[in-house]
C-alpha cells in the first residue's frame, strides 16, 4: 500500500519560515519524482517544485528565491523549506511522487501565514 504523509504545516508570521516534510512508504522511493504542489481557497492545485530521481530541481516563478526543494532518498522523504512566507503562500499543501503515468497523492498539510 502507498502512503504519503505529509507533516509541518502550521500557522506562521509573514517573513517566517516552515520546513514540510512528505514520508513515503510502498514506493521505491528513489526512482520517483517528487514534487510539491499547493491549493488555495477558491483555487486551483498548482505547482510550487519538484525534484527529479536524479536530483535536478525545478520551482514556481512564485516561490523561486525563497522556498527549496530536497530529497532524502536514504530516507523516503521530500522536503520543502519555505522562507519569507507570505499571506498568498496560504493553502494546503500536498506532496506528490510521479512515475510515468502513476502518480500518488498525499492527504495534505495546512500552511497558514498570518499576523
Known amino acids: 500500500q502507498v502512503q504519503l504523509v505529509e507533516s509541518g504545516g502550521d500557522l506562521v508570521q509573514p517573513g517566517g519560515s516552515l520546513t514540510l516534510s512528505c514520508a513515503a512508504s510502498g514506493i521505491i522511493f528513489s526512482r520517483y519524482t517528487m514534487a510539491w504542489y499547493r491549493q488555495a481557497p477558491g483555487k486551483q492545485r498548482e505547482l510550487v517544485a519538484v525534484?527529479?530521481?536524479?536530483?535536478?530541481?525545478n520551482h514556481a516563478d512564485s516561490v523561486q528565491g525563497r522556498f527549496t526543494i530536497s530529497r532524502d532518498n536514504a530516507k523516503s522523504t521530500v522536503y520543502l523549506q519555505m522562507n519569507s512566507l507570505k499571506p498568498d503562500d496560504t493553502a494546503v499543501y500536498y506532496c506528490?511522487?510521479?512515475?510515468?503515468?502513476?502518480?500518488?497523492w498525499g492527504q495534505g498539510t495546512q500552511v497558514t501565514v498570518s499576523s
Open positions: 506528490n511522487a510521479q512515475l510515468r503515468l502513476i502518480y500518488y
Open positions: 525534484i527529479t530521481s536524479g536530483g535536478s530541481t
